[in-house]
């Protein structure tokens, strides 16, 4: 069996969807203190649901678009919400943009991070500073856009986005939400992390995970 | 070993430090009070009340020790290795698979046939799964016979199990006919048989077979059943299915050609799980695959190496959610779906002990009427389509897309409301003749996707465009907005109003910010009257644009609410504190203050609501006065006598008024006062005629 592109992206959402049931405890907690606390349930209602989808496709002749176009469905689909529709362009977004691809390049890689973080963005009508998951995604995109910029591989690439957004997710603590529920509590709502942020790291770990892994050594 | 007397041990001061214990240490323990309290529990099998007794401690600090022995590794609890192995099969299955559930048989116990050891399996897991009441859809197969030669289920009442497919006059053990009646008498069932064969020679034969009163009541029963269960075939030579007979041997080779892996119910499907097409599809009388899908459980119980790729099919094409197979099999699926690596990754994953020692009495969960906590939105609108049938019907068998029986009709502009659940009556208690037309539902606190919403706003649809009517929520707005957008590609013309009548989530100037809460109650009226009295898309709009501006919620808190799947609180209130502002999502609310008398929260929010009202002696106004959820009847009378004093002290005539749940927080205590200013023409849309399951108004 080959390790093809839609099969790493396979494992990369079996993977996210392992490390937000792991989190989701803590994401709920999290969403308790200044939301309605179902954020991790959520999650991984939507990631559960990308599974059981991608499950259902042959992946020895899927293109790596088509793999997110399903993710996209699935996870819109189980959510609603507000992560459903965020997460879903972000997903579809993803798919444009890798197109035809078919190889999962550290450039496409990075593509993929930045496309998600412009579909996010699209659809919440958000910027940086709102409190939102967009804190984490794009400290994470700026970082994926400058190691392309320098030509960094891989793994060192991976390092420098991730760190990114931990520090995007942690700098939410002294942040005012201006938008979702969080945006009602004013003030109450500093202090304390954003759970979308938080979800978005975890997001981001796994993938660097399974782009990790594969990576041949240069 | 010595007892002390009670009154000596009340003395004792219990710390969990070796030293603390009050009872001297038998020598053979050495000084560790944790490997005596671990003895007395694991080896000499005592309760921890009996070993707090012998120590002369406290039953928490037991109970602290013997968790704290498990976190320092003095006590080892060890599985099975093959029953840890196959658990873990069993897991990453159902999480691979988005399955309802899987019981994985060890696979290293040879002393009994696996057919055997599987019908076991089933028959345990049957024994939980069916209830009274149920209807089991039975197929036929050496598996099926094998779970009802050990399936033994007392004490269930009105269960019916009904042959899934025709019958056959091959000769072997496990006929469609046997398998069924078995099981049936195995459960103390009534029987439905299917009395016509499976495979009739040919279409016009089963076309006329399937038009019989007879057969047609039998297929009745049918398509009533919420469970079904069934064996996987496969297509590999050595299969059954080749030697049983109950396929004609060239038709199978056709299916075959077609790339056919697998027989489920006896229909044909593919490596993927679509149906595969050949001679015998309609000469075939027994359940369609689309029928199998449609039922609630669907239990498939299969193992095997040479049935991994019918069993991975049948998983693909989501005709199973209950998988029933052995480790071996189970470990061959997944390798077969490439996720071998992950398998083994996850089995070297260091345990995170959540293991917290707490005293005895202390409470970690609030109690609810559950079965799976995953299920409650399921179940809870299995109940409401029953209960309201009257009202509404699914449409196109969704239960999260509901729309009014008598409601949308040609030239009526259709009235689509919606959100998250947990707030019920709201959202799908107003959908009927002269309210809401259809509704859309999401999960708890979550918005309905944008799939949902659009089938509510096609099936609302009479031509005359659809107005969206919801609370002003991130989620639901951009799930309303794809849904509109979906709806615009459908040439439905869609407007919407979202409701914003929280005056204590954003101030004044940010009225456009504020969130949607139970004034929706009265928005909804308007909007449903407007519509059902046949005004135009645009006066629809208006209106309910004007009731929205006009209608003013506060909301107080005293307890926070718990989620099913958590059961515990989702913050906290202190105990001598009530949150001011309250949303209907367990949100915190906007201040929190001490808590104080009923009139004086009452006048703190109409004094709020008057400020921002505006109004003159003689004006009009509708009242609702709303629980979260918990705050029980007699609260709320008191709640609306003082904003009757309040609105007659300034001259204000109640029009109409409502006290009760309209628009809750799951069992949060607290309530909302909403007060709608009227003028002459939200008057009369008030009065309007309405039937719905929660409002009837004339």
């Known amino acids: ?218 | 070993m010595t007892v002390k007397t009670s009154s000596a041990r009340k003395n004792g001061t219990v710390r969990a430090g070796a030293e603390a214990a009050s009872e001297p240490i038998p020598l053979r323990y050495g000084d560790d009070p944790y490997v005596w309290a671990c003895w007395l529990y694991y080896e000499d099998h005592m309760t921890q009340g009996d070993i707090a007794e012998i120590m002369g401690i406290s039953r928490a600090t037991v109970n602290s020790y013997l968790a704290d022995a498990r976190a320092r590794g003095i006590v080892n609890i060890s599985l099975e290795p093959s029953r840890l192995s196959s658990l873990s099969i069993a897991q990453e299955l159902k999480r691979h698979f988005g399955l309802h559930d899987c019981l994985v048989v060890p696979s290293d116990d040879n002393t009994r046939p696996l057919i055997d050891r599987l019908g076991g399996a089933a028959a345990q897991a049957l024994a939980k799964l069916l209830k009274s009441g149920d209807t089991l859809a039975v197929a036929w197969g050496r598996t099926v016979l094998a779970i009802a030669e050990q399936v033994s289920v007392p004490g269930l009442q009105d269960v019916t199990i009904v042959q899934a497919t025709g019958g056959t006059a091959a000769s072997f053990a496990y006929t469609p006919e046997l398998c069924a009646s078995a099981i049936a008498g195995a459960v103390k069932a009534k029987l439905i048989n299917i009395t016509a064969p499976a495979v009739v020679s040919t279409a016009e034969v089963r076309d006329m077979l399937l038009r019989e009163p007879l057969i047609q009541s039998q297929f009745g029963a049918l398509a009533k059943a919420n469970k079904a269960l069934f064996g996987i075939s496969s297509l590999r030579p050595n299969s059954t299915i080749h030697t049983s007979g109950f396929f004609e041997s060239v038709s199978l080779q056709q299916y075959l050609a077609r790339d056919a892996v697998g027989v489920v119910a006896g229909r044909f499907i593919d490596g993927q799980g679509n149906p595969v097409a050949g001679p015998l599809d309609d000469r075939t009388i027994g359940i369609s695959l689309d029928m199998l899908k449609a039922i609630g459980l669907r239990i498939a119980v299969a193992g095997g190496f040479d049935k991994v790729p019918a069993i991975l099919a049948t998983l693909r094409g989501g005709y199973v959610n209950v998988l029933i197979t052995d480790a071996a099999t189970g470990r061959g699926i997944l390798n077969a779906d490439g996720v071998t690596e992950l398998d083994q990754k996850l089995s070297q994953r260091p345990r995170v002990d959540n293991t917290v020692a707490l005293p005895s009495n202390y409470r970690t969960h609030i109690k609810k009427f559950l079965n799976d906590p995953n299920d409650v939105v399921e179940e809870m609108l299995d109940g409401v389509v029953k209960a309201n049938a009257a009202y509404v019907m699914p449409i196109k068998g969704s239960h999260r897309a509901l729309v009014a029986r008598t409601g949308p009709r040609p030239g009526k502009v259709g009235l689509v409301v919606g959100g998250g659940t947990g707030h019920e009556p709201c959202f799908l208690g107003y959908v009927g003749k002269g309210l809401a037309d259809a509704v859309a539902v999401g999960n708890i606190f979550s918005s309905p996707p944008p799939g949902t919403i659009f089938q509510c706003a096609n099936a609302a649809s009479g031509g005359q465009g659809v107005l969206f009517v919801y609370g002003n929520y991130a989620g639901d707005v951009m799930n309303f907005e794809m849904a509109a957008e979906i709806a615009a590609e459908h040439n439905i013309e869609v407007r919407t109003v979202v409701t914003t009548d929280d005056i204590a989530s954003s101030p004044l100037e940010d009225k456009e910010g504020r969130r949607g809460v139970a004034g929706n109650f009265f928005m909804f009226k308007i909007a449903g009257a407007a519509c059902d009295r046949g005004l135009s898309l645009d006066a629809c709009e208006a209106v309910t644009r004007k009731a929205n501006a006009r209608t003013f919620t506060m909301g107080v808190a005293l307890e926070p609410c718990s989620m099913p799947q958590t059961r515990r609180h989702n913050f906290e209130i202190g105990p001598d504190d009530i949150e001011i502002g309250m949303g209907i999502h367990g949100e915190p609310g906007v201040i929190r203050e001490k808590m104080m008398s009923a009139d004086a929260i009452t006048d703190r929010i109409m004094d709020r609501i008057f400020s921002e009202m505006k109004p003159a002696a003689g004006d009009h106004v509708a009242v609702l006065v709303n629980s979260f959820g918990a705050t029980p009847m007699m609260e709320l009378y008191i709640l609306f006598r003082r904003v009757e004093q309040r609105l007659s002290a300034k001259d204000i005539t109640i029009e109409a008024n409502w006290v009760g749940h309209y628009c809750t927080s799951l069992d949060m205590v607290g309530a909302s006062i909403t007060v709608m200013h009227l003028d002459a023409e939200l008057t009369e849309l008030l009065h309007h005629p309405c039937d719905t399951a929660v409002l009837r108004i004339g």
């Open chain 1, 1 to 218: 069996m080959s390790d093809n592109a839609a099969r790493r992206l396979s494992r990369m959402f079996y993977r996210i969807s392992i490390a937000i049931e792991a989190g989701k405890d803590h994401l709920s907690d999290l969403d308790g203190a200044i939301g309605d606390a179902d954020h991790g349930i959520t999650m991984s209602l939507g990631f559960m649901a990308v599974n059981a989808e991608l499950a259902k496709l042959n992946l020895d002749d899927t293109l790596p678009s088509e793999v997110f176009t399903a993710a996209a469905s699935a996870f819109l689909d189980a959510v609603g919400a507000s992560t459903g529709p965020l997460y879903a362009t972000a997903f579809r977004r993803a798919a444009q943009a890798l197109k035809q691809d078919e190889c999962l390049s550290a450039a496409d890689q990075a593509m993929i991070v930045e496309a998600m973080t412009t579909g996010i963005k699209e659809r919440g009508k958000g910027q940086r500073g709102d409190k939102t998951m967009l804190d984490a995604w794009i400290p994470a995109t700026e970082a994926a856009v400058n190691a392309r910029a320098r030509s960094a591989g891989g793994p060192e690439m991976w390092n420098s986005i991730l760190e990114a957004a931990e520090a995007g997710a942690n700098s939410t603590r002294s942040m005012v939400a201006a938008r979702g529920r969080a945006a009602r509590l004013g003030e109450r709502s500093l202090g304390h992390m954003d759970p979308g942020a938080a979800s978005a790291v975890i997001i981001l770990r796994a993938m660097k995970d399974t782009f990790g892994e594969g990576e041949p050594a240069r």
